[in-house]
């Protein structure tokens, strides 16, 4: 099941937002107050959701200013990517964060607004940062 954003303006060009992105430091900025306990370097990070679960996550694939793909690590309810696909648009970036889990029907039904909103609060936050 995939939970995406529509294409984003960023008012900076595609390195900047690469570099951001592929930092997970910084993706602590992108996140929803539901999550505490933040923890991260550049490769990793670590958090709790508030009342939920806690979760690790690890870049697994990065390909320069277009693209940003992490991974679970260890221990989660359910199997799936975290994905910032960056694009240029006029000497701007355009950005879209997808989720693509892997969710039996009943998660569905209770994670699919929560996702589809940990999205859109991460890419609004993404516009702000710039």
Not at 45 to 58: A, E, P, V
Not at 89 to 112: Q, S
Request: hydrophobic share 40%; glycine share 2%.
């Amino acid at each position: 099941m995939e939970f995406t954003t529509e294409w984003k303006l960023i008012e900076t060009n595609t390195e900047k937002v690469y570099l951001f992105l592929s930092d997970l430091q910084n993706l602590g900025k992108l996140m929803p107050e539901q999550v505490i306990n933040w923890e991260a370097d550049a490769e990793s990070c670590s958090f709790t959701i508030k009342g939920m679960t806690d979760l690790k996550l690890r870049i697994h694939e990065k390909i320069p200013n277009s693209l940003i793909s992490l991974k679970p690590e260890g221990k989660s309810p359910f199997t799936f990517t975290l994905d910032s696909v960056i694009r240029e648009n006029n000497l701007h970036a355009e950005v879209k964060i997808m989720i693509n889990a892997d969710l039996n029907p009943m998660l569905a039904m209770m994670a699919k607004r929560p996702l589809q909103n940990l999205v859109n609060i991460m890419s609004d936050k993404l516009v702000q940062q710039f």
